[in-house]
């Protein structure tokens, strides 16, 4: 468990998560008045794809000190596409639900919205157990086909609806300047 727990850690990812599926063989090797030196082959299951893994370890768990780890592991789920997966999550998926907020605030009866494009993005660090994110993004307006720009503040705990401050600029019918829309919910801090 440990090794797997090494791993979950390591990953930097919550899209890389594995739990311990079965240990194929374990040995141990005793280094007197050291400590127990253990070689393990495992398999895990990847939580999101149920992939397996083949994983073999080697863990030290020296008397005066903590478990030291070495672990690799084989399987068809890449570090890369968990990043992937990550940035998507934290990044598009979050965008369009802080954006949906906006999109359902500026429809009217005729007039609806898509997210179109994340144009900049930038966490801001709080002392809560909020996520916070400033997003501009590109709504794309029908039936006009218009790309509307917009500056997104989405404040989010997972499990509730995110709180959103935001400001759209549209351009007029004659195209010579720009109508500012906003709106928000209470951010808090």
Known sequence: RVAVQYLNYHSGSPHHLVYLDEVKKATVKTVPEIGNKFYIEFTTKDYESNETGTCTA??????????????????????????????????????????????????????????????????LLRKDDYISFDYDILLHELPTEEMVSCNLHVVWIPGRPPKVDYHCTHKLENGSGTEPEEGSTFLGN
């Open 58 to 123: 080697a863990i030290f768990y020296h008397t005066a000190y903590g478990p030291a780890v070495h672990v690799n592991c084989s399987s068809s789920r890449s570090l890369k596409k968990a990043r992937e997966d990550d940035y998507n999550f934290y990044v598009w998926y979050l965008a369009i639900m802080g954006s949906s907020f906006a999109m359902w605030k500026e429809t009217f009866e005729g007039r609806s919205y898509t997210m179109a494009q994340i144009k900049n993005v930038k966490q």
